[in-house]
């Protein structure tokens, strides 16, 4: 089992749109988690940390369940510069361990 | 933000020769640092964690002899590939810590060195 498995992608979704992606991670030790977005031959960057009680920064929201060893990003009201690989990152005793990630294709 | 640069941005070389890449923490000093490789299409893997004034500790599976890494100072990570070769051909990323208030300590990311081996 992949120690970090997100939606295969790409998504494609019209300007406005409501999108969701989802993340497992196998290990139940990580306490941190995050949420990068990459663009197309760029270094990630920090979108968001993932808190237990779930959070929202404008127009994206991160939800975590220990238990079922999940977490979520939404973004709403899609802009077309939101087009970006997110990356789920859990954070396994200050190591960072990226997902593949998901493509994000927002279209006018 | 804190700000992490990587010189140089692109290389190309041919195989066999050697290729240094360095990290460099600009406002803050980094104890620790990690290089990162991603090839097209895939997730960003962790190589190495670089620690000041002593010995890298390398992720399973990458060869230390291979990637040598060098962080001297409290702002300065390098990392040589030597006897490069095609296969070596890939985005290298490196980060640094900033260590802040509490157990958060948050990475910054550099902007990636594009190294192509003909």
């Known amino acids: 089992r992949k120690e970090v498995e997100q939606d295969p992608g790409p998504f494609n979704v019209p300007e406005g749109a409501t999108v969701a992606f989802n993340c497992t991670y196998s290990n139940s030790a990580s306490q941190s988690f995050f949420w990068y977005r990459q663009d197309c031959r760029k270094e990630p960057k920090l979108l968001m940390s993932v808190y237990s009680s779930g959070n929202e920064d404008g127009r994206f929201t991160a939800q975590l369940n220990r238990a079922s060893q999940y977490i979520s990003l939404l973004i709403r009201d899609s802009k077309l510069s939101d087009s970006a690989t997110y990356l789920c990152?859990?954070?396994?005793?200050?190591?960072?361990?990226f997902g593949q990630g998901t493509e994000l294709s927002v279209k006018p | 933000g804190a700000v992490v640069s990587q010189h140089p941005s692109r290389v190309i070389c041919k195989s066999g020769t050697s290729v240094k890449i360095e990290c460099r923490s600009l406002?803050?000093?980094?104890?620790?640092m990690f290089w990162y490789r991603q090839f097209p299409k895939k997730s960003l893997m962790l190589m190495a964690t670089?620690?000041?004034?002593?010995?890298?500790?390398?992720e399973q599976g990458v060869e230390k002899d291979k990637f040598l890494i060098n962080h001297a100072s409290l702002t300065l990570s390098t990392l040589t590939v030597t006897s490069a070769h095609p296969e070596d051909s890939s985005f290298y990323i490196c980060?640094?810590?900033?260590?802040?208030?509490?157990?958060?300590?948050?990475?910054?990311f550099g902007p990636g060195t594009r190294l192509t081996v003909l």
């Open positions: 980060s640094a810590i900033r260590e802040g208030k509490g157990s958060y300590n948050e990475q910054f």
């Open positions: 406002d803050f000093q980094a104890t620790t």
């Open positions: 990152v859990p954070d396994q005793g200050g190591k960072l361990i």
């Open positions: 670089s620690n000041e004034g002593s010995k890298a500790t390398y």
